[in-house]
């Protein structure tokens, strides 16, 4: 029999200044289930507010989560809800198929959906479905592929596409759309204009556009890796991640609090990288999640990170949390007797032998010993 070794990321190892992965897994991979939330197995979105609570996208309307309960929000029509955002205030704003509105709360306190349908021209109102719901400080987006719609809070602007949009990101202040057979194009001066080689993504799909500097982004194809964009052009970047994105395809993608890029993929679970692309770690199958296709990832006010999987409902990764697990897939074997820290860094004693770990590194078999029940170094 082994055990798993539990440790606070502040306390044994060190000044929290590793990756993740360094530091061992997340305590926790909560799964919510379709039975315990009472609706469809597919979700799409997922976004939380300042009061903490958690709002998602799905094929029965949308699912609100105080930490306790679960409640479902059905839209006007009663459509599939493909994509969720949240303003300053914490105001939610929906989107589904035909449909785009927000929630407010009733007189009894409880939150319905309010449709801003009516303020589109009646020409434009047979859309599809909203893919892209993006807060701007213009207002806020609702992306289609037939049209862009843009509220203000009084009106209702909105770009037609004859190719189709495909996607639509915001990143700091700043939007762009895919245009089929087009390229990239960024939102300036009220309208969409091609960006400087925007036309390399007229038919190669783009999952999401990220932060990378002050000066630069990182965007990221859906099937062949990362590239950085700047105002002189685009330029593909080989990175550790590139071949697994090739391999399973990237469908969402953000920048996490911690600096690092989470991406879901289309086969391959959960991708946590460094901005330059280099392998973090991977959430699949192998390490507890119930579902390797993720239409989406977010992060919660407490660093947790939430995905929205496309076949078998939530879950929940405790990746804020300061606390690792370290076992097998670290490198420990055995049954653990003892631990113990020093200028080695920190030694594990188990059934198997003695485990080293230095800061940032992963755990390593000290040689020629076979069984130990403890360690301890010992000066001169």
């Known amino acids: 029999m082994s055990f798993m070794l539990v440790l606070a990321i502040l306390g044994l190892l060190g000044d929290g200044s590793a990756t ?43 699912l609100q989560y105080d930490g306790n309960q679960w409640k479902v929000i059905r839209t006007t029509n009663g459509t599939t809800v493909r994509s969720l955002a949240t303003d300053r205030s914490g105001k939610i704003y929906v989107g ?17 959906f309010r449709s801003l349908v009516e303020s589109i021209p009646p020409k434009h109102r047979d859309f599809g479905d909203v893919w892209t719901t993006v807060v701007s400080s213009s207002g806020v987006f609702f992306q289609t592929k037939s049209v862009i719609f843009l509220w203000d809070g009084n009106r209702m602007k909105f770009w037609v596409s004859k190719s189709g949009f495909h996607t639509f990101f915001g990143v700091h202040d700043r939007f762009f759309v895919r245009e089929i057979d087009v390229g990239l194009l960024e939102y300036t001066g009220g309208t969409f204009n091609l960006v400087p080689a925007g036309e390399l993504f007229s038919t190669m799909r783009v999952s999401a556009i990220l932060p990378f500097s002050d000066n630069t982004l ?26 697994y994105i090739k391999r399973f395809g990237v469908y969402n993608g953000r920048l996490l609090s911690s600096g690092e890029y989470a991406l879901a993929t289309l086969g391959g679970g959960l991708v946590v990288s460094d901005i330059r692309g280099e392998l973090i770690e991977v959430f699949d199958k192998s390490t507890g999640m119930p579902d390797d296709v993720v239409n989406f990832v977010s992060e919660d006010h407490e660093g947790n990170l939430w995905l929205a999987l496309n076949s078998n409902g939530l879950v929940r990764i405790d990746y ?15 049954t653990i007797s003892d631990i113990s820290h020093s200028n080695l860094g920190l030694l594990v004693s188990t059934s198997g032998g003695v485990f080293r770990k230095e800061i940032g590194g992963s755990f390593t078999r000290v040689q020629c010993v076979r069984r130990a029940w403890a360690a301890q170094e010992v000066s001169d």
Do not use: C
């Open 96 to 112: 589904a198929q035909g449909e785009f509105g927000y929630l407010e709360l009733s007189t009894t306190g409880d939150p319905v």
């Open 218 to 243: 990182t965007v990221v194809s859906r099937d062949d890796g990362l590239f950085h964009m700047n105002g002189r052009g685009i330029n593909a970047v080989d990175t550790g991640i590139t071949a």
């Open 320 to 334: 804020g949390s300061p606390v690792r697990v370290f076992g097998r897939k670290e490198g420990i074997e055995g």
């Open 20 to 62: 993740a992965s360094a530091l061992g897994r997340p305590r926790q991979i909560e799964h919510f289930t379709p039975q315990e939330y009472g609706a469809y197995p597919q979700n799409w979105a997922i976004v939380s507010d300042g009061r903490g609570f958690v709002y998602v996208g799905n094929r029965d309307g949308i």
